[in-house]
């Protein structure tokens, strides 16, 4: 492998001219510029980029950690996100948790080691992870949540209303005369999930249609936010005495799973039964019918942890911020009007928008 000093060599000029060009340290003729360049093309020298990052401080590199990269819904995040690092000059180190809070520790010392710049996280486990918050003050990098909220105030915060799309979901199957509505919801220890589920609850209480209170949870089921677990929780549902005539589900996998569970059990969908998911991956569009869900705005989700992020790193800004976006409903052919409905006497859908707040601690 070519050296510093071949290069130098190879262009008749010294190692410190070299060091200069590669670095942008200090003003190189033009003429001399070009003879080092064609050196280090000519020999394939590549730049030690520790020892680079270690005069500089910085290594231009960002890490990532997701919970499950098989999630469709992160898989479009993180593209979102590197094509944003990318252009911004940094590369980006993803590493995937499973949604296990051990390896989330062993990954988060991996990147400590490898000196990044900035660090975004989804995390695993309940948001009120001590461990998680004294092991993200230990790397002292700029840090930004995303999704997830833990309770650590020194970090940026950009996520979607869950609550608030758990009520579009609930509040358009009321709008289609739907009554018994039930839900899927995913881990009890994910935030997201429960605040889904709340939306879910409080519109069937506006519309008067909120099971027993002794059975307040007669109509929730729970998954993994996987395929598998929302096919499972629909073949119980259809199995129930008295069925629902909707399901929402928490995420779009489980509502594909349950698609799949409708169609075994003979239950046409949106005829009998209307079904929506909530995220819009890119797959949502292209199941059978077409699944209405509550959609995430994952463009401005990821590229906005992105340039937050790298406001933090580039010294603009010290002071933590939380960005909250506001989802929309997406029909499709999912979801179709009750067969007895006559008419929906029930809120409507709030008007889609975007929020954006400063802060130095963060409330839930």
């Known amino acids: 492998m070519a050296t510093l000093k071949d290069v130098a060599l190879e262009a008749r000029v010294s190692v410190t001219t070299v060091s200069h060009v590669v670095n942008a340290t200090r003003h190189v003729s033009p003429a001399v510029r070009e003879r080092v360049e064609l050196a280090i093309r000519a020999l394939g020298y590549v730049p030690n980029a520790m020892a ?166 007669a109509l929730l089921w729970r998954g993994s936010f996987t395929s598998q677990s929302g096919y499972e929780a629909m073949h119980a549902i259809l199995r129930t005495a008295e069925r629902p005539s909707a399901v929402f589900a928490c995420n779009d996998l489980m509502a594909i799973g349950a698609l799949r569970a409708a169609h075994e059990s003979g239950v046409h969908v949106p005829d009998e ?43 603009q800004r010290r002071d933590a911020r939380k960005v909250v976006l506001q989802p929309e409903l997406c029909v499709r052919g999912s979801t179709a009007r009750h067969a007895n409905f006559r008419d929906a006497a029930v809120p409507a859908p709030a008007p889609a928008s975007s929020a954006t707040s400063s802060r130095k601690s963060r409330t839930p």
């Open 52 to 217: 680079r990052s270690l005069k500089s401080n910085t290594t231009s590199t960002l890490g990532m950690l997701i919970p499950n990269c098989s999630n469709p819904y992160f898989a479009e995040i993180v593209r979102i996100v590197e094509d944003r690092c990318f252009g911004a000059g940094y590369t980006l180190v993803l590493c995937n948790t499973d949604d296990e809070p051990n390896r989330q520790s062993v990954y988060l010392q991996v990147l400590a080691e490898r000196r990044i710049d900035g660090l975004i996280v989804v995390s695993t486990g309940p948001a009120d992870d001590d461990s998680l918050v004294r092991q993200l003050h230990g790397l002292r990098v700029p840090t930004v949540l995303l999704d997830r909220e833990i309770a650590d105030p020194t970090c940026d915060l950009v996520e979607t209303a869950h609550m608030q799309g758990g009520l579009l979901a609930a509040r358009h199957l009321l709008s289609l005369g739907h009554r018994r509505i039930a839900c899927i919801g995913g881990p009890v220890s994910v935030a997201p999930s429960e605040q889904r589920i709340e939306g879910w609850r409080l519109a069937l209480a506006e519309a008067g249609a909120t099971p027993d209170p002794a059975h307040a949870d």
């Open 273 to 315: 039964i209307s079904i929506v998911g909530f995220d819009d991956i890119e797959l949502s569009a292209y199941t059978s019918p077409p699944l209405t869900t509550v959609a995430q705005p994952k463009e401005r989700i990821g590229a906005l942890a992105v340039d937050m992020l790298l406001e933090r790193v580039g010294g």
